[in-house]
Structures are given as structure tokens and as C-alpha cells.
């Protein structure tokens, strides 16, 4: 039998010396074109700080001006600046959910947040729910459950489960453990937790 011709490497790859060589050309003179690229779009960034910068929040309905660093997060911005202390620093690290507040009633945390970045959103702390002297159905759920403690993840909990139900009027098991479990209860009352929750879907029926 013939001796076959061995497979060179480029009739291997299916890619010739040449056009190995073309495509690499190509990639080469783009690299430039898309440094400058990146340049303009840095150079054209609005840029803040270091020292502090006029800012503007909308809580609970209210806005409030305040003059803060760009690097304060809207946690320290809220307790340290504004006074509205209902959302906790436990963590400090977007790992507990204590200070969990709603954006635009989507529920984020606090703490790893820049208040820079929340102007122009509205911000709900767990000071809004109630309303008129009268404790929120979720709010009161949990004083009916016993769904407290210590007390420090209960605002985050609070607020976690107002945009849960927001969003899932009737929630499943699934809902409730996919929209609480970004919420930590170092105490592990979890179950009254959940019958609070529970109790607080029925009431909005």
C-alpha cells in the first residue's frame, strides 16, 4: 500500500500558515482601535469625589439633600447622614440581608450599594410600612408569630418578605424559600418567620 502523506498542522486545524497570519494581522491593528475606544468612554465618565459631592435621595416619599463622599454606601448614608436607622449593619458585606431595603420596590442591600448610585430611585425602609400608628400586616404577623428575637435581621426580614409578596401574593414553599434566602436569622427562628409570611398572604386575600 501507498505511504499517506502525514497531517501538517495547518491540515489539521483546517487553517492555513497564510491565513494564520492574516488573522493575526487583522487582530493586531484592532487592538488599537478598541484602546481608543475605552479611552474615550473613561474620558467622557462623569467623575465624582474624592472629596464629598452634593447628592439627592428620595426615602420613603421624602427627598433629602445631603453632601457625602462617592464612596459612602446608601446604608452609611441613611444611619450616619439621615438618621433612618431602621435598616441594620450587621455584616457590612451583602451577606445577612439586615439592611435589605427596596429600590424601586426590588429588595437590595443597603450596604453594598453606593448612595451615589440610588439618586433618582425610589428608597423604602422598613419606616414606611407603617402607616397612621398602624403596624403593616406583615409587621404585625411577625409580632403574632413570634417571628422575633434578638431583633436585628426582623427589619431586613421585614422588608425581604413586603417584596416577596409583592411579587407573589400566594407564595409557594419555593417562593418563600427563594425570596427569604437572601435573609439570615442568626437566632434560627425561621418558622415563625414563615408563618408570618404566610399569615400576612392571607390577610391581603
Same mark, same amino acid.
Given at each position: ?7 501538517t498542522?495547518?491540515d489539521?486545524s483546517?487553517?492555513s500558515?497564510?491565513?494564520f497570519?492574516k488573522?493575526s494581522?487583522i487582530?493586531?491593528?484592532a487592538?488599537?482601535?478598541i484602546g481608543n475606544a ?14 464629598k459631592?452634593a447628592?439627592?435621595?428620595? !426615602? ?5 439633600? =445631603?453632601n #457625602?463622599?462617592p464612596?459612602? +454606601?446608601?446604608? @452609611?448614608?441613611l $444611619?450616619?447622614?439621615?438618621g433612618?436607622?431602621?435598616?441594620k449593619?450587621?455584616?457590612?458585606r451583602g451577606e445577612?440581608?439586615a ?25 423604602t425602609?422598613?419606616?414606611a410600612l407603617m402607616?397612621g ?6 409587621q404585625?404577623a411577625?409580632?403574632d408569630?413570634?417571628?422575633s ?8 426580614? !421585614?422588608?425581604a418578605?413586603k417584596?416577596? =409578596?409583592d #411579587?407573589?401574593?400566594?407564595? +409557594?414553599?419555593? @417562593?418563600?424559600? $427563594?425570596?427569604?434566602?437572601?435573609n439570615?436569622c ?5 418558622h ?6 404566610v399569615?400576612a ?5
Amino acid at each position: 500500500m501507498p505511504n499517506k502523506p502525514k497531517k501538517t498542522g495547518s491540515d489539521i486545524s483546517g487553517v492555513s500558515r497564510r491565513d494564520f497570519l492574516k488573522i493575526s494581522g487583522i487582530s493586531a491593528a484592532a487592538i488599537p482601535l478598541i484602546g481608543n475606544a475605552v479611552e474615550a468612554e473613561v474620558a467622557a465618565a462623569k467623575v465624582y469625589g474624592p472629596g464629598k459631592t452634593a447628592m439627592q435621595l428620595m !426615602v420613603n416619599g421624602k427627598r433629602y439633600d =445631603l453632601n #457625602a463622599e462617592p464612596r459612602v +454606601t446608601l446604608l @452609611d448614608a441613611l $444611619r450616619d447622614h439621615l438618621g433612618i436607622t431602621g435598616a441594620k449593619r450587621v455584616c457590612d458585606r451583602g451577606e445577612c440581608g439586615a439592611c435589605t431595603v427596596l429600590l424601586d420596590n426590588k429588595a437590595v442591600y443597603a450596604c453594598s450599594m453606593l448612595a451615589i448610585e440610588a439618586q433618582g430611585k425610589a428608597i423604602t425602609t422598613v419606616e414606611a410600612l407603617m402607616q397612621g400608628g398602624q403596624l403593616h400586616p406583615i409587621q404585625q404577623a411577625f409580632v403574632d408569630n413570634d417571628a422575633s428575637q434578638c431583633g436585628f435581621c426582623t427589619p431586613g426580614f !421585614v422588608v425581604a418578605a413586603k417584596a416577596l =409578596l409583592d #411579587a407573589h401574593p400566594d407564595p +409557594t414553599a419555593e @417562593d418563600l424559600r $427563594r425570596g427569604l434566602s437572601g435573609n439570615f436569622c442568626r437566632c434560627g427562628t425561621y418558622h415563625g418567620i414563615r408563618d408570618a409570611i404566610v399569615q400576612a398572604a392571607r390577610k391581603g386575600e
